[in-house]
DNA sequence: ATGGGCACCTGGCTGC
DNA sequence: TGCAGCCAGGTGCCCA
């Protein structure tokens, strides 16, 4: 999916189409996604207003009225704007229809996404309660991460990829971040310095900062509120391009598993 | 506590 | 052309 950049930009697009606005209907037309939609959720919403929106890690939160929508949008989902008439397509799941004669609509081939719902503070619900802190809190600094990773055997990249340590790093950014920082992803997380520390916290939020400016990024399904691709693709340095020459030096970019998932890295700039 | 592997699901691509 | 096999932006859960 869609990793934090690829939310923070879905949140941006809808955001000014929601805030103010309120629920008209909420149509399911497939409550099986990673968890079903309860089946009460829409009689629910109706008539509450959108208050504000957020982002914790990767769930989308739309604030409302009485209570607050926590969205994943998994591994291929995508949010759009869209008005209330525009016909449905495949994997069309879910309408939010709201009162401008807008709807916000969820796409999701994988069906790995999901809809939660909450009363009480988001932020203590047990999908959110337990998360590492967000990338650009002050909280997550180079000591942080020096200390979180002391006692890790597992390699440095699983560790960035893992959401009660860090937040929003999947597997796009945590490769591309671990080129900028010149650490190689299979690095045992206890062996990795101070200094690479201090790299990889800079690297992190430069990537994720650059990946939002641009969009996000799309490999496949993912495309922002306006249906518009992120162009982050075009930027990368290492992700999918195994066998090319790296940007930077020139030595072909090598792949690896790690944990069932791709890694990529140049093993001459990385270490 | 930590780490590793699996499951959930659809579609696109590769190679026989 | 058909089809099996493998791979893909995530992450909660179960087991050792």
Known sequence: MPELPEVETTRRGIEPHLVGRTVVALNVHEPRL???????????????????????????????TRGTLLWH??????????????????????????????????????????????????????????????????????????RITRRRRAAIKTLLMNSHLVVGVGNIYANEALFRARVRPQRAARTITRAEARRLVRSIRAVLTVAIRAGGTTLRDYVGADGNPGWFRQRLYVY?????????????VRAITQGQRSSYYCPACQR
């Open 34 to 64: 990673r968890w079903p939609i309860p089946a009460g959720l829409a009689v629910e919403l109706v008539g509450q207003r959108v208050e504000r929106t957020g982002r914790r890690a990767k769930y989308l939160l739309i604030e409302l």
């Open 73 to 146: 949008l998994g591994m291929s989902g995508s949010l759009r704007v869209l008005p209330a008439c525009a016909p449905r397509g495949a994997h069309d799941h879910v309408d939010l229809v709201l009162d401008s004669g807008f709807l916000l609509r969820f796409n999701d081939p994988r069906r790995f996404g999901s809809i939660h719902y909450t009363t009480g503070d988001p932020h203590t619900h047990p999908l959110l309660g337990r998360l590492a802190p967000e990338p650009f809190d002050r909280e997550f600094d180079a000591d942080y991460l020096w």
């Open 240 to 252: 999918e391009r195994d066998g090319k020459s790296c940007r930077r030096c020139r030595t072909p």
